[in-house]
């Protein structure tokens, strides 16, 4: 049956293992989280395009003269993508309990969520993932589209590029979040990778294999809960990480820092590096006060990873 509006939400994401040498096509390990993007499309009778949101002002377009722009850069490359199909205006608002200068996969799931909004709306059939990572990849030139995986499907995934099969794993509760207070762009940092190494490509592979190995144990770790496995995959990990040179000193004094007076068991960054999050496995979080760690950085903050075992879905 037609109907003239939908509402979608779908949950951000953090990167658990795997960064960098995901895009070499080695293995990954995704988790949505419990924040989330909620999409509400309306049919319109005229061939406007109204965006509105609680994160940034409101932006008017028309139909015919679609094009990419900041702020609503994946929300109008989605419009775009799909521009054909649109067959009249929408109102489109969108809620947002994720801080976009944190990353946690907001872009990917506002894509995932538009995408899949238009997709109900307009009945398009489209493969919402394939789609987003295309959009994805169009505007930051690379990604490996496990943050867009996660929305859609919700839940801790490991995800093989060479098999192209995504494997569900159980949720934990025993990691969090710490973000560094900045965040160097994706783009910038993969570049500066690739001028680090511009020498030595086969040093480069070699790493980015370790980090598959990595992965596939973590896994395992993770599959038979075995705690202390985990830990020193994660200690493994950023270790390669820092040997990307993707773990700048205010990255590496934070771990410390975590270790000394969290009692974390194991520390490593999630994301592509140079500031981001760091991902942190157990510690004593309850008697760490804002203001600790608010000294360590103006913009720092504690993040609480909450898993979503729910990925996109529609909103009554």
Known sequence: MACDWVKVRAPGSVMLFGEHAVLAGEAAMVTAIDQYITVTLEKRADDVIEIISNTFPPYTTHLKELTIAKPYTFVLACL?????????????????????????????????????????????????????????????????????????????????????????????????????????????????????????EGVLNAIYRAI???????????????????????????????????????CDRLSHWLKEHVAVEAVKISGSGLGDCLLALGGDWQKIRSEEITALHPNARYIPLRISTTGVSLVQ
Request: hydrophobic share 40%; with cysteine; glycine share 6%.
């Open 80 to 200: 775009v993508q799909q521009k054909q199909k649109i067959t009249q205006g929408l109102t489109i608002r969108i809620a947002s309990d994720l801080d976009p200068t944190l990353g946690l996969g907001s872009s990917a799931a506002v894509t995932v969520a538009l995408l899949s909004a238009l997709d109900a709306l307009f009945q398009l059939q489209i493969d919402v993932w394939l789609n987003a990572r295309v959009v994805i990849h169009n505007l930051q030139g690379r990604g490996s589209g496990m943050d867009a995986l996660a929305s859609l499907q919700g839940g801790v995934l490991y995800y093989s590029p060479q098999t192209k099969q995504s494997v569900a794993l159980a949720p934990r509760s025993d990691l969090h979040l710490l973000y560094c207070g900045y965040k160097t762009a994706t783009a910038t940092v993969l570049q500066q990778v690739q001028n680090t190494f511009s020498n030595a």
């Open 212 to 250: 598959g190995e990595t992965v596939q144990l973590a896994c395992s770790a993770w599959q038979h809960e075995d705690k202390a496995l985990l830990a020193h995959c994660m200690e493994i990990h950023q270790g390669l990480q820092h040997a990307l040179h993707v773990s700048d000193a205010h």
